[in-house]
């Protein structure tokens, strides 16, 4: 994409509404119904046929107020744009009580990390026991940041929604990934049995450097919502980074995952068939959780575009810049290990092969839609480098128009992966069914 294609649809474009993200109600899919979804059009067509979906706010510098008024256009008189809060000293301890109960994961997750590397040598009730503890921590943090988090939108003035949005979305992006944890420690603890001693100690070192990378990945997401809730007034800058602090680390979380899942997967042997059905199931679990993740991720990087448009152009265009690399660095190495999932499954599955063939085929079509993506995400990047040549104004036409193709783009593929989970979700249901049935 250059410069000339973006402008040249900027004096045609008509203001429109931001559309409501709220997803509709899921029904039944199957994997042809989406074959045309999962390759996205080119960068040129989206941003002429793809209506804005960001609204703009002609602001070079913002902060967010989470205590005192604001003004009834909702920006002060020195330009900064302020969301006031009906009770600060409720939002800061709600952050308080997040920063707290991340605190507690991380504590808890590095009393057990050194643990992890010693269950070759230990029995196997001891290794599962292990594994178990793990996910009772992470369990625990999810139910209590979904409580905060459900609280979070509750607590702010009319017309002043969007500090509550950006946080409960952190929040929520937050205790996706410690879901996709979780059930890859669970999917791994159901395989330790067909694991030899030199394959378990393998996996006890892949599982210690998963746990130990959500531990620090936890803490710096923790060190952030502990910085605002510190503080009555948080710049724009800093609602941001925390922003897409939480959608990078939790991608990261995710990569590491499936990094432990597919060294371990490397040393099975052919399961028997009711060990086969359980393994799909586990498998479908840690599927959905992962286009979970990256379904809020996308949607956090896209909730934080209007604020990122309020600030200076060249600080915008390094917090876009630095989100799409590490955002792209993620997919990417998501897609490979989906792919290489999908290459281990005829060896550990045998004759029972047959019945992952759903599984198989969402999880490629998966691939092909987190690729692409990357694929559109990347080439963004050239337009913003052009950004600072610039004269001011050009450049912040730029800007809006760029904010307004990447929005396009992630919300493309919000609504594929979405409807990829709907058909992982019946998997699921099928898999419990059989299940009850041995």
């Given at each position: ?312 152009v060249s600080a915008a265009q390094q917090t876009l810049q630095s989100a799409i690399t590490d955002l792209t660095g993620s997919l990417s190495a998501i897609s490979g290990s989906l792919n290489a999932i999908v290459g281990q ?94």
């Amino acid at each position: 994409m250059n410069i000339g294609q973006l402008f040249s649809t900027l004096g045609n474009r008509k203001e429109r509404q931001v559309r409501s993200r709220s997803t509709p109600p899921r029904t039944r899919l199957t994997l042809e119904a989406l074959e045309d979804r999962t390759v996205l059009s080119t960068l040129t067509g989206l941003l002429s046929a793809v209506p804005p979906v960001i609204s703009v706010v002609p602001s070079v510098s913002g902060s967010v107020s989470v205590s005192g008024s604001a003004t009834a256009a909702g920006i002060s008189a020195s330009g900064q744009i302020q969301a006031t809060v009906n009770t600060s000293q409720t939002l800061q301890d709600l952050l308080t009580d997040a920063t707290t109960t991340l605190n507690n994961l991380t504590t808890t997750l590095n009393g057990l990390t050194g643990q992890l590397s010693g269950i070759a040598s230990g029995s196997l009730a001891n290794a599962q026991q292990l594994l178990g503890n793990i996910q009772n921590a992470l369990n625990t943090a999810v139910t209590d940041l979904n409580g905060i988090a459900a609280a979070l939108p509750g607590i702010v003035g009319s017309g002043q929604q969007q500090v509550a949005q950006v946080l409960n979305g952190v929040l929520q992006d937050v205790t996706a990934s410690l879901n996709t944890v979780s059930n890859t420690v669970n999917t791994i603890a159901g395989q330790l049995p067909g694991l030899t001693s030199g394959t378990l100690s393998n996996v006890g070192q892949l599982l210690g450097t998963l746990v130990s990378t959500v531990s620090s990945n936890v803490a710096a997401v923790s060190s952030s919502l502990n910085t605002l809730a510190g503080a009555t007034t948080a710049t724009a800058t800093q609602l941001v980074n925390t922003a897409v602090l939480a959608a990078t680390t939790s991608l990261n979380n995710v990569v590491s995952s499936l990094n432990s899942l597919t060294g371990t997967l490397s040393g099975l042997a052919s399961s028997a068939t009711g060990s086969a059905t359980a393994l799909i199931g586990n498998l479908t679990a840690v599927a959905n959780s992962v286009l979970t993740t990256v379904d809020n991720s996308l949607n956090a990087i896209t909730g934080i575009l209007p604020t990122v448009t309020t600030l200076a152009v060249s600080a915008a265009q390094q917090t876009l810049q630095s989100a799409i690399t590490d955002l792209t660095g993620s997919l990417s190495a998501i897609s490979g290990s989906l792919n290489a999932i999908v290459g281990q499954l005829p060896g550990i599955l045998g004759s029972a092969v047959g019945s992952a063939n759903q599984l198989v085929n969402t999880l490629l079509s998966t691939v092909t839609s987190l690729t692409s993506l990357t694929s559109s995400l990347s080439s963004v990047m050239s337009t913003l480098n052009t950004i600072l040549s610039l004269p001011p104004l050009l450049a912040q036409s730029l800007l809006s128009s760029t904010t307004q193709l990447i929005a396009s783009l992630i919300q493309t593929t919000t609504q594929t992966l979405g409807q990829l989970s709907n058909i992982l979700g019946t998997i699921e249901g099928d898999v419990t069914g059989l299940l009850g049935g041995l």
